[in-house]
Structures are given as structure tokens and as C-alpha cells.
């Protein structure tokens, strides 16, 4: 039976060394001899020895040096659309220098829209009007992934300046420390040490990543800023499991909005925690529990960060974005998602506490 033939691939490191192994006139260099010993086709070899200069210029590019690339820049399926793929990387490009996001739906979502444009039968740039009608242009998954991979667009997260600090190390020991003495001096019950979270953000979640070119060094993502639309959320958890009511507090609103019966609620011109608010979410949620009313027990009170609601609350916003591409009744009248409202925030919020079963 014939040994049956499948495609090989080579790095550009590979064919650069296998090029660099061919000296016309040379005993055991020659084409014939190089095609024997690597198995490779002649053809291969005597393109990559006229690509050399090319080769060795991809191998210096700091982005392609560190990955195992296969193809040179113009390798693979050639552009149908150039001018199409032309405006695209400039709108792409447009929108990372004013740190929009950038995903993979909103690249084909504007490809196909500039394909209908620039095959329109009103497009004064269209020299075949008449034929319009019978392209079509899918943008679909596989064309997305050859027009990144021809303009070398990555998925990048924004850069930031935020430093863990030096003494990063000392400062948790000492924290550890001094909460352990606290439980031990003052005798605290397991179900007395509770830790409160007070987690500021945006309705808008804020963007991780965007559609940018290989390579770039900083990378920026405008984040959501709609002052009167920012809101804190509060988690507390007792050291036994137990999580209490969670808080949440509205900015620049004068009556309670609307929201879910498994919340509490607070409204304040900043939507930040002040000493008053901080008391009284404290009574609401500690202090009028059997153990500690009246003072009977002693209690340690501590406040973190929660990251996994910061994770769970940017799935179910782009999961809202997601239906409200599509659904009119979630968009505004220039076509744009309408900010979630406060009944579908406080729904997420004790989505994610009944979530791990703890109210």
C-alpha cells in the first residue's frame, strides 16, 4: 500500500538552516542530495534558498523570533478583498489609538458592513455596478482567522503601570500575624470573624482585551465612564461559610430603585462608601445577628476584595451585550446597547451568592 502523503510544515528557522545547507558545486549540497537527505521537495528548497534574505529578516523581528512561525508575511490564502481588509486595519487601527475595544465580532460585523458599502450599486468607487448583486461575503470565522493572521492582529490585554509592591511578601505576613493575635487575645468564635467586601465599578464592565497588532508595546482600552452609572456592591462572609445579605449602592440617585427582595439597598450622590453607610451596612448584616446583638461576643471584622464576582459580573454584562446587539428593545435609537438596568444588576448580584448556596 503507498505510504499515504500529508502536508508537512517547516519553520522559517528550518527552512533558513536547510537553505543555508545548499552550496552550488559542492558535493552532498546539491538539491538532488539535500531533497534525499530531508526528504523535501527540490522546488522547496530552491524557493526557500531565494527567500533567504526574507527568512533571515522574519527571524530578527523580535514577534516572530519567539514563536514557532511556519509561513513568511505573504504565505497562505491571498487577500480577495484588498481594499476591503485596507480600511479595515485602519479602523482597527483608529480604534486602538483612541482605546476603544476591539473583538472579533465587531471585525466581521464592520467588514461585512464595508462590503456592502464599496459592492453597492449607489457606490460612485463601484466599476461594475451590475455584478453586485450576485457577491456575497460571509465574514465568517475561517476568513477572520486569515485576515488576522495576514495583518498579524493578537488579542492583547491593556497595559498597565500597577506594581505589586516590593515588601508584598512582609505585608501579608504581618496582616496574618496581627489577625491571628486579635483572634487569640480576644477569644473570637470562627463564626465571629467576618470579612466584608466593598467592590466600586462600573455598569459598563470594563474590557480585558482587544483586536490589536503583534507586537505593539502598550496597549490601551478606554474603560466605561458614565459617572452617574457606577455603583459599589458588598459581599460579607463569615469564616463558617456563611454569607450574609449582600449591599449594594447606587450613585446620583435621590428615591431607591427598583430591586431584587435579596439585596439591600443604598443610594448616595458618589456611589462610594461613606462612615454612615459603612454602619449601617455593618448593623444590617452583623450586628443584628443572635451572636453579636448587644455586643455579646466579640467579632473581627475585615475588608478584601472579591475578584470572582469582578469575573462573574464582566461574563453575564457581555453575555447582556450579546442579546442586546440583537434585540432592538435593549438598544438606544442611534443602534447602541443600552445600559443595563438596576433590577438586572441587583438580579446578578444575588445570582452570584445563591450561585455557592450561601442565602
Known sequence: MAESSKRKNYTLAWKLELANDYKKGEEGRSYDTLAKKYGVAKSSIREWMQSKDKLEAALKDKEVQTRKTRRLGAGGRKCQYPELEEILISWIRDKNTKGLRVKDKYIQLKAHSLFTMLNSSNDPYNEDPDSAADLQFLASSGWLMRFKNRHHLVSRRATSQRMIPEDADNLAREFLTSCQTLISTHNIKSQNIINMDQIPRYFETEPKATIT?????????????????????????????LLMKPHLLFSNLKNMPNVDPGVLVEVNSTGMFNDRILMECVKSTVVNRVETSFLREPTLYIINSYGSFQEYYSEKYDEYIAQALEDPELQTKAGNPKVPRYLLVSKWVKEWAVMFQWI
Do not use: D, E, P, Y
Open 213 to 241: 497588532s503583534k507586537g505593539s508595546q502598550n496597549v490601551l482600552i478606554r474603560k466605561g465612564g458614565t459617572s452617574h452609572k457606577r455603583f459599589t456592591v458588598t459581599f460579607t462572609i463569615s469564616a463558617v461559610g
